[in-house]
Nanobody, 127 residues
Framework: QVQLVESGGGLVQAGGSLRLSCAASGRAFSNYRAGWFRQAPGKEREFVAAINWSGGTTYYADSVKGRFTISRDNAKNTVYLQMNSLKPEDTAVYYC????????????????????WGQGTQVTVSS
């Protein structure tokens, strides 16, 4: 079992930055791939970024590529999402997710391919 707790959300002006953290419990987390998703009001949950167990492989949605960076520190059981050049359309609840499986592009961007989810943290970008 893995429990995930996100933090770091808040209100920021357009062009600003935030860093989200996802703290995981469970000794096996370093073997899990992880991802960030977001959900805006009235919209489906959408993929943001994913990272493999070692941090050596990452994958991003086109909408955030070049602005967001996913990383992890397995010694701290934590995954991060550095968000720069934020836009109002980035406003959403951001969720961390994890799964004990290999990193495949066709899977990492699909919510159903993740076993564990955090409770979410709100990010609001004002114009």
């Amino acid at each position: 079992q893995v429990q995930l707790v996100e933090s770091g959300g808040g209100l920021v002006q357009a062009g600003g930055s935030l860093r989200l953290s996802c703290a995981a419990s469970g000794r096996a987390f370093s073997n899990y791939r992880a991802g960030w998703f977001r959900q805006a009001p009235g919209k489906e949950r959408e993929f943001v970024a994913a990272i493999n167990w070692s941090g050596g492989t990452t994958y991003y949605a086109d909408s955030v590529k070049g602005r967001f960076t996913i990383s992890r520190d397995n010694a701290k059981n934590t995954v991060y999402l550095q968000m720069n050049s934020l836009k109002p359309e980035d406003t959403a609840v951001y969720y961390c997710a994890a799964a004990p499986s290999v990193f495949r592009i066709v899977a990492v961007s699909t919510p159903a391919q993740y076993n564990y989810w955090g409770q979410g943290t709100q990010v609001t970008v004002s114009s």
